[in-house]
Nanobody
Framework: QVQLVESGGGLVQPGGSLRLSCAASGSIFSIYAMGWYRQAPGKQRELVAAITSGGSTNYADSVKGRFTISRDNAKNTVYLQMNTLKPEDTAVYHC??????????????WGQGTQVTVSS
C-alpha cells in the first residue's frame, strides 16, 4: 500500500501565501505523476496542478501565475506553493499520486485532504 500524508493547510488572509506538502510512503517502486486537486463545498473536485517525474507541469487556468508545484523525487514529496490567495481558493486540497508499487503493479492514491481557507 501507498500512503500520502499532507500538511500545510490553514487560514490565511486574501493576498497571503501557504505551502502545502504531500509525502508518499509505502511499497513504492516508482512514481509517475503527483498532483493537487481541490474540492469546495457544493462543487466537484478539480485539478489544481500536476507534475510528472520529469518535471513537466500542468496548472488550472485559475491558478496560473499564482501557484507553483514542485517535487523532490528522492523524498517522494510534492509541494504546492500558493501565493496571492483569493477567497475562491478556499477548499479542501487533496494530494494524488500515480505510480508502480514494489510488486510492479500500477497504483493511484489519494491523501486525506487539508483545508485551505482564505478569508479576512
Amino acid at each position: 500500500q501507498v500512503q500520502l500524508v499532507e500538511s500545510g493547510g490553514g487560514l490565511v488572509q486574501p493576498g497571503g501565501s501557504l505551502r502545502l506538502s504531500c509525502a508518499a510512503s509505502g511499497s513504492i517502486f516508482s512514481i509517475y505523476a503527483m498532483g493537487w486537486y481541490r474540492q469546495a463545498p457544493g462543487k466537484q473536485r478539480e485539478l489544481v496542478a500536476a507534475i510528472t517525474s520529469g518535471g513537466s507541469t500542468n496548472y488550472a487556468d485559475s491558478v496560473k501565475g499564482r501557484f507553483t508545484i514542485s517535487r523532490d523525487n528522492a523524498k517522494n514529496t510534492v509541494y504546492l506553493q500558493m501565493n496571492t490567495l483569493k477567497p475562491e481558493d478556499t477548499a479542501v486540497y487533496h494530494c494524488h499520486t500515480e505510480g508502480r508499487n514494489s510488486n510492479y503493479v500500477n497504483f493511484g492514491s489519494w491523501g486525506q485532504g487539508t483545508q485551505v481557507t482564505v478569508s479576512s
